[in-house]
């Protein structure tokens, strides 16, 4: 049965009828300092916080991005499309954040070079601008460094998923972190012996099983102490030795074979392997290795977990491992 009266509150009726609300944007519209005074603001309302009246650990902003410039460890600068992470504590009072206020904070910054220590100064125009006792501040990027090629000396580009972070707590201690990630080739040594095994004993070729494998690595870093990017790639280069390659020729692929046969190791191994430099770098105060060996034998992963045992510090509680498919 077809409607008699129809009302419509934003659209034309049939026969020219106007709209009941009118629409459109007024490109000319200029906002006075009198005008922005009178906005309503959901900071007065007296009734403005639903639910229970409790504080709030963080909240805050996620991934807006900015071209933001990085210091390398040789002092070079390089421009990074950036992920930004930014949250504040909340008392039970108050309502809440004026989200862009963390937002225009770091735009404030955003034409300096950043390292560590540039998180320091954001935090505290944040908790200048937002009454808080808790700040943190989380840049995500892809980081480029060179690659040569095991044998044919070609050059090529490798990414890493890097992050620098820093909070600032109730008592003013500022903390630094840095997550990297590490993507490596493993190959199982059990099933290296059984292969061998299966040739020597039966003369049959077999190929012991390996896969694509990542690490990653959350550090601490200490007071005072300068850690690169670059300084936490040395330290899993230096331990895994398998590190995922670039540009290929034939001899690169025959050498990356060879490197493989020469470093076998089980996930446990690969946790062990970076715990040694880890510990030994004054500079890391505290740090946790979470590694996944994504396993082509089975149809699930093999994975380890391992921190440096400061007391009170990092724990061994990963268990987000489908973040490091790879």
């Known amino acids: 049965m077809k409607k008699t009266n ?142 040569r090629s095991l044998r044919s000396g070609l050059d090529g580009w490798q990414f890493y998923a890097a992050a620098y972070e820093g909070a600032v707590d109730a008592t003013g201690r500022f903390r630094r972190f840095i997550e990297f990630d590490f993507v490596y080739s493993s190959t199982c040594p059990c099933s290296a012996e059984l292969a061998e095994h299966a040739r020597a004993e039966r003369g049959v070729f077999a190929i012991a099983h390996s896969q694509r494998s990542k690490a990653r690595l959350r550090v601490e870093v200490a007071p005072g102490a300068r850690l690169a990017i670059e300084d936490l790639q040395a330290h899993c280069l230096g331990a895994l030795r398998t590190e995922t390659q670039v540009m290929v020729r034939r001899e690169d692929e025959q050498a990356f074979a060879e490197l493989n046969g020469a470093h076998i190791k089980f996930v446990e191994d690969a946790a062990r392997l970076l715990y040694a430099p880890l510990a030994a770098d004054r500079r890391i105060a505290d740090f946790w290795v979470a590694c996944a060996h994504l396993e082509s034998l089975h149809s699930h992963d093999a994975v380890s977990v391992i921190c440096k045992g400061v007391p009170g510090g990092f724990t061994a509680d990963f268990m987000d491992f489908r973040s490091l498919v790879c």
Do not use: C, W
């Open 6 to 147: 129809p009302k419509l509150y934003l659209h034309r009726l049939p026969g020219g009828g106007e709209p009941r609300i009118r629409r459109g944007y007024d490109a000319a519209f200029r906002v006075t300092p009198a005008y922005r005074a009178e906005l309503p603001d959901m900071m007065v309302a007296a009734d403005a916080i639903p639910g229970a009246p409790v504080p709030i650990q963080q909240v805050g902003v996620s991934n807006f991005r900015l071209p933001l410039k990085v210091r390398t460890r040789r002092q070079g600068v390089r421009t990074l499309e950036t992920s930004v992470t930014g949250t504040v504590s909340v008392a039970a009072e108050d309502k809440g954040i004026n989200m862009s206020r963390i937002v225009r904070s770091f735009y404030d910054h955003q034409d300096e070079v950043f390292t560590l220590d540039t998180l320091r100064r954001i935090l505290a125009g944040y908790r200048r601008k937002v009454p808080s006792l808790h700040a943190r501040l989380r840049l995500a990027f892809s980081y480029p460094l060179p690659q």
